[in-house]
């Protein structure tokens, strides 16, 4: 039996121009099917979204779309607590939960035409 020739994809990710080029790429693309699932599990609009967030419909609509790749982290903390979702860290068997309310009143303050979301 022969050796078992490698994928061409498996020789690309050898060289690291081309794995930190796919990497990024990758980590966009999720970030925008996590917003489309996110979108999808519930019945908000764009602009009902936005307004809860605190942000333009261009900002919901770019992250949906792809078009936008990068995220303030605290538009993304809105983004999860509006569907109810919270940010969990863990190292080894360490793990940080940021509480959901803590995030909603800072972003309550910061809007006070914001929604509460329960």
Do not use: W
């Not at 489309?36 to 261009?58: F, N, P, Q």
């Amino acid at each position: 039996m022969g050796k078992k020739s490698e994928s061409t994809f498996d020789r690309m990710m050898k060289k690291s121009s081309f794995k930190k080029e796919f990497d990024e790429g990758y980590q966009h693309f999720l970030l925008c099917e996590m917003v489309r699932a996110l979108m999808d599990s519930d019945d908000k609009s764009v602009r009902e979204l936005a307004s809860e967030l605190g942000v333009s419909k261009t900002v919901i609509q770019n992250l949906r779309s792809g078009t936008q790749t990068d995220v303030k982290l605290s538009n993304f903390l809105k983004l999860i607590a509006a569907y109810g979702y919270h940010l969990v860290l863990e190292k080894g068997e360490d793990r940080i939960q940021l509480p959901a309310g803590v995030l909603m009143q800072q972003q309550k303050s910061q809007n006070p035409r914001a929604k509460k979301v329960s």
